[in-house]
């Protein structure tokens, strides 16, 4: 098994930034997730209630080497914007159901994002201490700690199970009597890391996986959301691949497909590294 693609997200449900390397410790791949969005309430707006997220652009020195600020933002038909981290005071959040803090960027940030999503409600935040965010899940260790990704640090999905998932999709359309849609990319479910090279779904069974020089530790799978059903390219929607995941894959009532990692070393990846799980 070999590592086909990594990637970074710096501000939570904005635009995939694929990169060839990154820096990995216990918080995760260095400049992921270290920006979301909020509404006026502090509670984490995503590209689940707001699709125009996904038309935005936001590039880090991880991510656009050379890059000499902290953030910047694009988006078709808006000047971009360099955003600095900010010093503001900390202010409380809510994602999911967890408690978080974070500091708001400068007042240009907020209505920059305003103007490119068209929702007026929101404001840019910047996770200043991503120690700071621990778990209390049965899963969860002392120490385990990230910045604002949805539960564990690290995202892995496999190509050989999103071929046997587009397999499956396939052969129910056409039970119903329907065309077989293209085939779903990975880019679906949005992983810091992308493998193949082994049997589809062998990933669920792993403990403790190295990927180059860093060993980490699998703590669960991942239960997939309807974001999963949301086009980036066209915004539009589908009942895929929730509807074929509940069918092969629904367990305890939610629906699985890649699973979460936690580093237990910091290191770097890169794309063409072995994947070996550890007995």
Same mark, same amino acid.
């Not at 808006?78 to 955003?83: A, C, M, R």
């Given at each position: ?136 899940? *049965?899963?969860?260790?002392?120490? /385990? ?41 990975? *880019? ?44 980036? /390219? /066209? ?29 237990? *070393? ?14």
């Amino acid at each position: 098994m070999k590592v086909t693609g990594l990637a970074i997200h710096p501000v939570k449900s904005t635009a995939i930034r694929p990169v060839s390397t990154a820096s990995v410790s216990p918080g995760g791949f260095a400049g992921d997730r270290r920006w979301m969005v909020v509404d006026d309430d502090g509670t984490l707006v995503s590209a689940r209630e707001l699709r125009t997220l996904f038309r935005v652009t936001a590039d880090t020195p991880e991510t656009e080497p050379g890059l000499d600020v902290p953030l910047r933002l694009r988006s078709r038909g808006f000047d971009p914007i360099d955003v600095a981290e900010p010093d503001t005071a900390l202010v409380d959040l809510r994602m999911h159901g967890n408690e978080l803090r974070g500091r708001p960027a400068a007042e240009s940030a907020h209505e920059w994002i305003r103007a490119a999503t068209g929702r007026a409600d929101l404001r840019l935040i910047w996770c200043d201490d991503p120690t700071r965010r621990t778990f209390e899940r *049965e899963w969860a260790r002392p120490g /385990d700690h990230a910045a604002y990704t949805d539960s564990c640090p690290v995202t892995l999905a496999s190509l050989a199970s999103l071929r046997q998932l587009n397999d499956w999709i396939a052969e129910g359309a056409v039970e119903r009597g329907e065309e077989p849609p293209a085939p779903l990319p990975i *880019e679906r479910f949005r992983p810091n890391v992308v493998i193949d090279g082994e049997l589809p779904f062998a990933e669920d069974d792993w403990s403790e996986v190295r990927i180059g020089e860093v060993l980490y530790r699998k703590p669960k799978r991942v239960d997939r959301c309807v974001m999963t059903t949301i086009s980036p /390219d /066209d915004l539009s929607s589908s009942k895929e691949p929730i509807r074929t995941l509940a069918k092969h894959r629904l367990v305890d009532r939610a629906t699985w497909f890649a699973i979460h990692l936690i580093p237990l *070393e910091a290191g770097t990846i890169a794309v063409g590294d072995a994947v070996i799980p550890q007995p």
